[in-house]
């Protein structure tokens, strides 16, 4: 038998109109629309996944996508459970910023730590060493100076996931609705990260889905799919 965790990022908290800022843990949006979530759900249904057990982030974009999700799956909504270890990472000074202004911040405070005198670089240049640095947080996870953001506390508590679910939820799908910054760190299910991420974007786009299942004897979780856009 296999023990399975469907891992869901949020849907949209953003009009395509509008202009998308870099919002954690303190910016409690809700969904602009419903159309990700209700995919997420009818592809879940669809391939005979559906949950045995539903844990989500008490964000409203988290609930919502949850319930959604739900309503597509004809299942009842409240088998939700709020989980707090899944509420998204906490973005620091540059919380509810454009990403324009994050890595203008990010390249500055590089050239400054660097003693390179600012005057020397023109905006678009400063941008570019931000974006270097936004770059290795998609690629690899390495957290940006100023976020507060602790790596190994969500890298162990995923590994407690994992071991939680194996240990109450064995031979069941457990379903999880997270964000962005919090999901990126579970493919340490797998216990080869590195590897991974070089395989693979760890970044997930609103609405995707991750599958991990796990045999009883396997020592870790196998990775099934990443960031499955069921909406396409």
Not at 151 to 178: C, F, N
Request: proline letters at 4%; glycine letters at 6%; one cysteine or more.
């Amino acid at each position: 038998m296999t023990t399975r965790i469907l891992i869901a990022r949020h849907g949209n908290t953003f009009f395509p109109t509008e202009t998308p800022r870099r919002v954690g843990g303190r910016t409690d949006l809700s969904l602009v629309e419903k159309e990700r979530a209700h995919a997420l759900g009818q592809y879940i249904k669809d391939h005979h996944l559906l949950p045995d057990v539903i844990w989500a982030a008490p964000l409203k974009r988290t609930m919502e996508t949850a319930r959604f999700a739900c309503e597509a799956m004809k299942m009842d909504p409240s088998m939700i459970q709020k989980d707090h270890r899944f509420t998204e990472i906490d973005y620091g000074p540059d919380e509810n910023k454009t990403e324009d202004e994050v890595m203008l911040r990010l390249g500055k405070d590089r050239l400054k730590k660097n003693s390179r005198d600012l005057s020397e670089f023109s905006e678009e240049q400063m941008k570019e060493e931000g974006r270097a640095i936004i770059d290795a947080w998609n690629r690899d996870a390495i957290v940006p100076d100023g976020w507060l953001v602790d790596p190994q506390r969500y890298i162990d508590t995923w590994l407690a996931v994992g071991k939680e679910i194996e240990e109450k939820h064995k031979d069941q799908t457990v379903m999880i609705v997270s964000s962005n910054g919090i999901i990126r760190f579970s493919p340490y299910l797998t216990g080869d990260f590195k590897a991974f991420a070089a395989e693979h974007k760890i970044k997930v786009t609103t609405g995707g889905l991750c599958i991990f299942e796990k045999e009883s004897k396997a020592p870790h979780w196998t990775c099934t799919a990443w960031n499955i856009k069921s909406w396409v």
